[in-house]
């Protein structure tokens, strides 16, 4: 798993902490209830309270999102008429009405009921209890408690929707990392040789031009194109099958990273032939590297099968054409075939034997 993923993963869901707040408000209002003796009250609360925690605890997936916001506005919103009902105006349970219509927007239910029907009779609900209790005189406690209910619920509704907006801006910014890791992970496919794990043509192609550009602009000194093809590589395949072959470029490919990759850049070229460009060693030290792969190659005997491999070393310090270059190596590379295989086979470009 990506760290985008995991970031994604270990990031609290916004559905999870709308019902964290809702089980405060929950709770503070139950233990009001139970402390002015208003147990009808206290007791439809304690069993929203009990029903949240169970779902906040035991239904914390994201598949389960859709039924948590549902059960948040349904039992939310008859919290608030009874509470309305029974308290009278001014409490501040009217703000959390209309909060709930604003969050049933955001929300990710696309039912149309939920989306539209449900807003609008909240919007209605709303409309009839301040027409119907307005007016109506403070029935239990004091003003000071409707004044401190009030700013509790304000005070909550304002963390909501501080919730609700950070939250929205952290997925946004993690959906932006996600896609950005996933782009890399599909670049990096379209890059690397599925089997081998080396480069492919195309970056291979981009890398060089870029080195070649260097030893042009004099950045570097000299430039080591490799060639490097698996001896009887048909006749393995021939008499192992192709699952055997593969095992041989897997293997053959992880000799070839573990000698060059330290100096300079491998791909797989294609088939059974790979490439490589060493830049600013020397001529001999290219020739050694080389001549090291090839040992290592030798003495692989991956299922106690014999193999070699031999190799096409042009050693380059003047400027070039890249494709003759290339075809300058593949000659040394057939040479060596042609000499016996298993063998490195170099020469140093010089202009004006050309």
């Not at 970031?7 to 408000?25: A, C, F, R, T, V």
């Not at 948590?68 to 919290?79: C, E, G, H, K």
């Amino acid at each position: 798993m990506n760290t985008a993923t995991k970031e994604l993963k270990s990031h609290p869901k916004i559905y999870q902490k709308l019902m964290l707040l809702y089980i405060i408000i929950l709770a503070v209002y139950g233990s009001m209830y139970a402390y002015s003796g208003l147990f009808f009250l206290f007791t439809n609360f304690a069993i929203c309270f009990f029903i949240s925690t169970a779902l906040y605890i035991d239904f914390n997936e994201p598949k389960f999102e859709k039924i948590i916001n549902f059960w948040i506005q349904i039992s939310a919103t008859y919290a608030m008429v009874i509470s309305i009902i029974t308290l009278g105006w001014g409490y501040g349970f009217e703000l959390f009405l209309l909060e709930l219509i604003g969050v049933c927007y955001v929300s990710p239910m696309k039912n149309l009921f939920i989306k539209f029907m449900l807003p609008s009779l909240q919007l209605i609900l709303f409309i009839v209890l301040y027409f119907t209790f307005g007016d109506q005189d403070i029935k239990y406690g004091s003003p000071t408690l409707q004044h401190i209910s009030f700013l509790f619920c304000f005070f909550m509704i304002a963390i909501k929707f501080i919730v609700l907006q950070d939250s929205h801006s952290n997925t946004y910014a993690m959906d932006i990392i996600a896609t950005q890791k996933e782009n890399i992970s599909y670049k990096n496919i379209a890059e690397i040789d599925y089997l081998t794990g080396l480069y492919n043509r195309a970056p291979m192609n981009e890398i060089i031009e870029q080195n070649f550009k260097m030893l042009s602009n004099k950045k570097i000194k000299s430039l080591a194109i490799i060639l490097c093809d698996i001896d009887n590589f048909k006749s393995i395949n021939d008499a192992y099958g192709h699952i055997f072959g593969d095992i041989i470029l897997s293997k053959v490919a992880e000799i070839l990273d573990n000698k060059i990759s330290k100096f300079g850049k491998i791909s797989r070229w294609g088939g059974e032939e790979f490439l490589a460009i060493i830049p600013a060693q020397n001529i001999k030290r290219s020739i050694q590297i080389a001549e090291s792969a090839r040992v290592a190659i030798h003495s692989a005997n991956p299922n106690k099968v014999p193999i070699s491999a031999t190799f096409g070393l042009l050693y380059i310090e003047d400027a070039i054409d890249i494709n003759q270059a290339i075809s300058l190596a593949d000659n040394l590379l057939y040479r060596g075939k042609n000499q016996g295989k298993n063998q490195v086979v170099s020469e140093k470009y010089e202009t004006n034997k050309r």
